[in-house]
């Protein structure tokens, strides 16, 4: 039971995991905020930029796409009937989840703190919130059928550690000037 939860919510959850990565690696380009500021401070920073979150949302997109392709054989393989993942609800996960960053950037300017400056549980769950209300408002069939109470909870639970384990090791490769 708990490793189907943890299989599913996993699973599911695969196409708001990668948006954020993919933005780090394209990152660059021109900031969504154009460099303008509210009360003295940027309202986003040079981090938020339109090519990642481009970049960032496509990657979620065709991963999901990706994922249907083997949701098959993966199923059979870890003996748990996984989602497959319609069009709307990719878009929505992988969106929703760049949307969620983006607004806990906008929080922590306004909280006076700079980029890549910690601002714990915002930063772990932050991309989660997003996707989540993206794709209940999006494909709301879909979310209720695969995000059941129980699979949101080991969601919660589950990404601030995956999101520790991520960050590290982006940090050790040299992708990520912070750990967090």
């Known amino acids: ?3 189907s939860l943890v299989a599913t919510a996993f699973w599911a959850m695969l196409p708001a995991y990668v948006p954020n990565n ?3 690696l394209a990152g660059g380009g021109r900031p969504i905020d154009g460099g ?3 009360r003295g401070a ?3 920073g040079d981090g938020k930029t339109w090519r990642g979150t481009a970049v960032g949302t496509a990657a979620g997109v065709v991963l999901a796409l990706a994922l249907n392709a083997v949701v098959d054989p993966v199923s059979g393989a870890v003996g ?3 989602p497959a993942f319609e069009l709307p609800a990719a878009v929505a996960l992988a969106a929703g989840a760049m949307a969620g960053d983006i607004g806990a950037s906008f929080l922590k300017r306004r909280s006076g703190r700079e980029r890549g400056a910690a601002f714990p549980g915002l930063d772990q769950l932050d991309f989660v919130a997003g996707a989540l209300a993206a794709v209940f408002l999006v494909a709301p069939a879909w979310a209720t059928a695969v995000f059941t ?3 949101v909870a080991v969601v919660v639970v589950m990404t601030p550690a ?3 384990v991520t960050n590290v090791g982006a940090y050790a490769l040299g ?3 912070e750990p967090w």
């Open 175 to 177: 992708v990520k000037a």
């Open 42 to 44: 940027r309202l986003l």
């Open 162 to 164: 995956f999101h520790l």
């Open 149 to 151: 109470l129980p699979v």
């Open 36 to 38: 303008r500021e509210l």
């Open 80 to 82: 748990v009937d996984l």
């Open 22 to 24: 993919a933005a780090v």
């Open 1 to 3: 039971m708990v490793g």
